[in-house]
């Protein structure tokens, strides 16, 4: 059983690495995606000032991905020593932080998605 526990915990840890590393790339897409069509309006004679807040939810998802990866990593080593002790402890306020996070990014995400879909008409 003790085998088992711990690579469960690996599996645990590889999906909290894949989530991150999901997380950075949809972050760096969103900002070249403002940077491309930046360029495109640019090309078109229909020069933007900034990307707008595009680049910043970019780098604001990258930067989660970077520290979803980072909770993972001390996840993965906390519950390896809990499980060598003998005494496991389920995620607290880590798996609680994540959801809200996540829920709040999303609703800005779309909030902005309507805002500038209001200011092309």
Same mark, same amino acid.
């Given at each position: 059983m003790r085998a088992?526990?711990? &690579?469960?915990?690996? =599996?645990t840890f590889l999906a909290w690495m894949r989530t991150g590393l999901a997380v950075v790339v949809f972050g760096f897409a969103i900002g070249r995606f403002a940077i491309a069509i930046r360029e495109f309006a640019q090309a078109q004679g229909h020069p933007l000032p900034?990307? #707008? &807040?595009?680049?910043?939810f970019g780098m604001?998802?990258?930067v989660t991905g970077i520290v979803?990866? +980072?909770? #993972? &990593?001390i996840?993965?080593?906390r519950t390896r020593a809990q499980l060598e002790s003998g005494r +496991?402890?389920?995620a607290g306020s880590v798996i609680d932080l994540v959801a809200i996070f996540t829920v709040v990014f999303g609703l800005a995400l779309a909030a902005y &998605?309507?805002?500038? %879909? %209001?200011?092309? =008409?």
């Amino acid at each position: 059983m003790r085998a088992r526990d711990h &690579l469960a915990n690996e =599996r645990t840890f590889l999906a909290w690495m894949r989530t991150g590393l999901a997380v950075v790339v949809f972050g760096f897409a969103i900002g070249r995606f403002a940077i491309a069509i930046r360029e495109f309006a640019q090309a078109q004679g229909h020069p933007l000032p900034t990307a #707008g &807040l595009s680049v910043w939810f970019g780098m604001v998802a990258i930067v989660t991905g970077i520290v979803l990866a +980072f909770a #993972g &990593l001390i996840r993965y080593r906390r519950t390896r020593a809990q499980l060598e002790s003998g005494r +496991f402890e389920p995620a607290g306020s880590v798996i609680d932080l994540v959801a809200i996070f996540t829920v709040v990014f999303g609703l800005a995400l779309a909030a902005y &998605l309507v805002y500038t %879909q %209001q200011n092309l =008409r």
